[in-house]
């Protein structure tokens, strides 16, 4: 009942805004991790850009206390995030971390790693990512350096130490944890940590639902709804950890992400079909999803690079 509890709190759409600079002052993490369900937390990013003041993390950064080791998920935007998460799963367990998963080859998952793998943690990724991260790494690390100036301090590029292909599978205590590359979704490699008996996913980069997903060049928006029609909604999930945002249920994510994406593609197909060009496809409407965070950085140009994609479909 307590964990029921603290999930419909944390599903609350108010309580994410991304004017809220650090919610954590006595942490370089954004959030202190709570626990979703028992053995499960989650330190919940900023559901606003990466900036000096939230040291970057504006993503979720997930451990599993299994009785037999703690998993990590994502290693953090930077070294010292890494090491503030680790900090915290100290102070619930004794168990050492045993593994670390990134999500995708983002910075917000990858940067981190040097920590972990000083630690002697193998740090597993699907090797889509691991390879995207290795090509993009250099201005991936400029970038964060940028924003965080002093706080980037010990963070070099650290790839993975070990990838897979389609699943990676390991049970530790009362844990089934199956990391899945479902199919094309938000970006290369991502990947869905799926607790089959605890029916809970930490979703990663597959599903948003407090603030809006940002569409890439190599984003297609059609792959993104056919694996997730075919492989990830299927999963059946009571519990959903996303990459961004706090903890909620399948219902949630899909309304705000699955049908954000078919909306979009709806509109632009409108759009295209009346003759419309890229300038004019700016201005579809989005109002459904007017009230997300980060809605004004990324609504207009999420429909340009729908535009882009389906002009000659």
Known sequence: MRSL??????????????????????????????????????AIGATAPPTYENTGHNNNLSFIVTGEGVVVINGGAAYVLAKALHDEIKAVTDEPVVMVFNENGQGHAMLG?????????????????????????????????????????GTVLTPPTETFSDAYVVELGEFRIEALHLGPAHSPGDISIWLPNQSLVIAGD??????????????????????????????GATYVIPGHGHPTNMAQVRRYTRDYLVHL?????????????????????????????????????????????????
Do not use: C
């Open 265 to 313: 593609r709806e509109r632009i197909r409108e759009h295209i079909d009346a003759g419309g060009d890229l300038a004019g496809a700016y201005y579809i409407d989005q109002t459904p999803y007017r009230h997300l965070d980060t809605f004004e950085e990324l609504a207009t140009r999420n429909a340009g690079r729908v535009f882009e994609e389906m002009e000659w479909d």
């Open 206 to 235: 597959m599903a948003f639902h407090e603030r809006m997903l940002p569409l890439f060049q190599d984003t297609i928006t059609a792959d993104w709804i056919e694996t997730w029609d075919t492989k990830f909604e299927p999963l």
């Open 5 to 42: 509890v603290i999930l419909a709190l944390l599903a609350t759409p108010a309580l994410a805004s991304e004017d809220i600079p650090d919610q954590y002052p006595a942490s370089a993490l954004y959030e202190k991790p709570v626990e979703v369900i028992p053995g499960v937390w989650s």
């Open 113 to 153: 790693n040097g920590y972990w793998v000083e630690q002697g943690v193998p740090v597993i990724a699907h090797e889509d990512a691991a390879a995207d991260f290795i090509e993009q790494g250099g201005i991936i690390l400029e970038g964060m350096q940028r924003y965080n100036r002093d706080k980037a301090e």
